[in-house]
């Protein structure tokens, strides 16, 4: 089992910074692909950006290209998404995950951590 925390959520005002962060404890030798994901009400959890623990080859939704950085520190287990530019369609609750492939049926997941995007 991987247990995951996420950190670093709150508020900030349009065209703000924040970085959030995923620490992973537990069979974290079993974790390949890490990422972030973010779900608003009445709708389907969203993939935002994911990153391969042994390269850098990090993937990212078009919506987020060019403002959201995700980044990794192996030898803390952590995982990073540095969000900048934020526009109020970023407000979500994002949830960090990691699988053993990217077609691991079974994916585990953090609580998720709020991320409000107003003025």
């Known amino acids: 089992q991987v247990q995951l925390v996420e950190s670093g959520g709150g508020l900030v005002q349009p065209g703000g910074s924040l970085r959030l962060s995923c620490a992973a404890s537990g069979s974290i030798l079993s974790i390949n692909l890490m990422g972030w994901y973010r779900q608003t009400p009445g709708k389907e959890r969203e993939l935002v950006a994911t990153?391969?623990?042994?390269?850098?080859?990090?993937n990212y939704a078009n919506s987020v290209k060019g403002r959201f950085t995700i980044s990794k520190d192996n030898g803390k287990n952590t995982v990073y998404l540095q969000m900048n530019s934020l526009k109020p369609e970023d407000t979500a609750v994002y949830y960090c995950?990691?699988?053993?492939?990217?077609?691991?049926?079974?994916?585990?997941w953090g609580r998720g951590t709020q991320v409000t995007v107003s003025s």
């Open positions: 990153i391969p623990l042994r390269s850098s080859n990090a």
């Open positions: 995950n990691a699988r053993r492939s990217p077609f691991d049926s079974t994916p585990s």
